[in-house]
């Protein structure tokens, strides 16, 4: 990315056909669909890129097994499809997951949920609409897999004795490492991006915005608004706007997810685990930890820091311990999170996991377009919904091409220059994170010895990582780098939160970003205050 301070030069000076607001993946895909039909596009983020749902989710690409229960079929295949597609055009980001549903201690498969896998390999398949895609990943299809073949690929249960299991396919991914790409990609095409700038006011042939670091008010100059906010869709209105119907009800639903170590509960494919309340949650193999979750309730409160919910993670621990035989305690967490998802209100009395997560389009008398609801693998459908209504509405010739613009550029590890200083561990890792610019990192990594080791020992992050984000990726905290450019207080919260790390990664920073002593130290203080509220240091 370019320097913020060039962003927001740009984005007082230029005249823009459209001003995205959000910079989670709904409001990056639209400023790349935009940018890449010839649009002149800005994008601003109130906080810092992916901050809010876009950094909090499941950390799944897929079609959502559980949604064929509610008949939402629609939504599954759609979901399908651009699963596999994100696996052709990102396949350094989006990788394929192999998942097991366990029968043991001579218990038999479940035949309904056969029924549903099928189902999954059908939808997965079928007929493409013309000129859709240019190319997609499809799975194998699901099968039945011995009891021996369960244990391997989920240790933690072989004390259980599984006798046979189904396997099937979805993929995952680092959900804020897919922003950062789409965001670069956008702004490969001219789109201008910046962090930390709150829309205040919708003006007419214009926002009003405050840069969140100096305070100053700014004029942003855009012909359409589209309103990419997530979960604060229905608080940007244009001031005159009276008709609720214009404008979506938002009802957040809160989703906590815990990591533990892999020694404490070993898996090398994702298993799906019954749960409390007929439902269940997922155990994955991710960025070498193991991720528990989700919850699914109605959330009332405030949006910008949202803590893991005691109650909800002993939900998510006690599914674990039935399922795996385990006995894991809080005290056994390496990390814990909670996000809200946007789902749309209906005005019903409906469960929170009952409401569709179909994404809707709203469009106002003063023409601004909101989208929202939706989940984090149909981001590229929701942007084409947004930017196709601008399209119609210039009466543009302007297709869209975002299925077939590549997300960043694979690299092999082997490939990459080692670096004196560098641990093996962290080639692939990069490789994983950055594709080709990883590259970029480790030149960085080169420029001094401290800057080439991990910040946090056993895990593959490097300091170099800071420096970069900072650099290329518009980091200004410590929480940018520890929370999202790296993903080290979801997977290493004790440690992140003490030993040093943040004194660490805010000393690579400071001369980065222009900090002084007192300015460093403070950065520090206000990591552990933004700790404290997202619930990490628990």
């Known amino acids: 990315m370019i320097a913020r301070a060039d962003a927001l030069h740009a984005l007082t000076r230029e005249q823009f056909d459209v001003v995205v607001v959000g910079g989670g993946i709904t409001g990056a895909g639209c400023a790349l669909d935009a940018a890449s039909r010839g649009y002149s596009v800005a994008l601003v983020e109130k906080r810092d890129f992916a901050a809010g749902t876009s950094s909090r989710s499941s950390k799944l690409v897929h079609g ?19 699963r596999q597609l994100m696996v052709a055009l990102a396949p350094h980001l989006v990788h ?15 035949r309904l949920v056969g029924v549903g896998l099928n189902l999954y390999d059908v939808m997965s398949r079928g007929r493409r609409r013309r000129g859709e895609f240019a190319e997609s990943w499809s799975p194998e299809r699901h099968r039945v897999i011995s009891g021996e073949e369960v244990a391997k690929l989920l240790p933690a249960l072989a004390p259980r004795n599984p ?14 490492r897919l922003v950062l790409t789409v965001l670069a990609e956008a702004e490969r095409f001219g789109a201008v991006v910046a962090n930390r700038v709150e829309v205040t006011e919708l003006l007419d042939g214009a926002v009003g915005a405050v840069d969140g670091e100096t305070g100053e008010s700014l004029r942003i100059r855009a012909a359409n608004v589209i309103n990419a906010t997530g979960v604060w869709a229905d608080r940007l209105r244009p001031g005159e706007l009276h008709d609720e119907a214009d404008i979506p009800h938002i009802r957040p639903s809160r989703g906590t997810h815990v990591t ?17 309340g007929g439902r269940s949650i997922f155990a994955l193999p991710w960025l070498g930890r193991t991720l528990l979750g989700t919850t699914d309730n109605d959330y009332e409160g405030e949006l910008d820091f949202i803590a893991p919910d005691d109650d909800d993670v002993a939900y998510i621990l006690d599914a674990a311990n039935a399922f795996f035989g385990t006995s894991l305690t809080p005290a056994d967490l390496t990390g814990a999170y909670a996000g809200v998802r946007p789902l749309i209100s209906s005005g019903d009395p409906k469960k929170s996991v009952d409401i569709s997560r179909k994404a809707e389009l709203y469009e106002t008398s003063s023409g601004m377009i ?25 009466s543009r010739d302007a ?8 997300l960043g550029q694979a690299v092999d590890p082997a490939s990459l220059p080692r670096v004196e200083g560098v641990p093996e561990a962290a080639y692939a ?3 994983s994170r950055y594709g080709h610019a990883a590259h970029d990192v480790l030149s960085v990594a080169a420029e001094r010895g401290e800057l080439a080791q991990r910040i946090v020992d056993g895990l593959p992050d490097l300091l170099a990582e800071a420096v970069h984000a900072a650099r290329a990726e518009q980091a200004r905290s410590v929480g940018d780098v520890l929370l999202r450019r790296t993903r080290l207080g979801l997977l290493a919260a004790p440690a992140v939160t003490g030993d ?39």
């Open 64 to 82: 959502g097994l559980r949604y064929l229960q509610n008949f939402d079929l629609g939504l599954v295949r759609e979901a399908l499809l651009e």
């Open 96 to 110: 394929p997951l192999k998942l097991v549903v366990p029968a043991f201690e001579g218990g038999s498969l479940d």
């Open 163 to 176: 006798t046979s299991g189904y396997l099937f396919y979805d993929c995952q991914t680092d959900d804020v």
């Open 260 to 276: 533990v170590s892999p020694e404490d509960l070993p898996l090398v494919a994702g298993a799906i685990v019954p749960a409390a």
């Open 370 to 394: 909101t989208i929202t609801g939706g989940k984090l693998t149909t981001w590229r459908r929701m942007a084409k919904m947004a930017v196709d209504r601008l399209v119609e509405r210039d």
């Open 399 to 406: 297709p869209c091409r975002t299925h077939e613009i590549p």
């Open 429 to 431: 890792a990069l490789a």
């Open 500 to 538: 040093g790390v943040a004194e660490r990664v805010a000393a690579a920073l400071a001369p980065e970003l222009g900090w002084d002593g007192p300015r460093t130290a403070a950065e520090v203080r206000r990591f552990a205050e933004e700790a404290q509220a997202e619930g990490i240091r628990r």
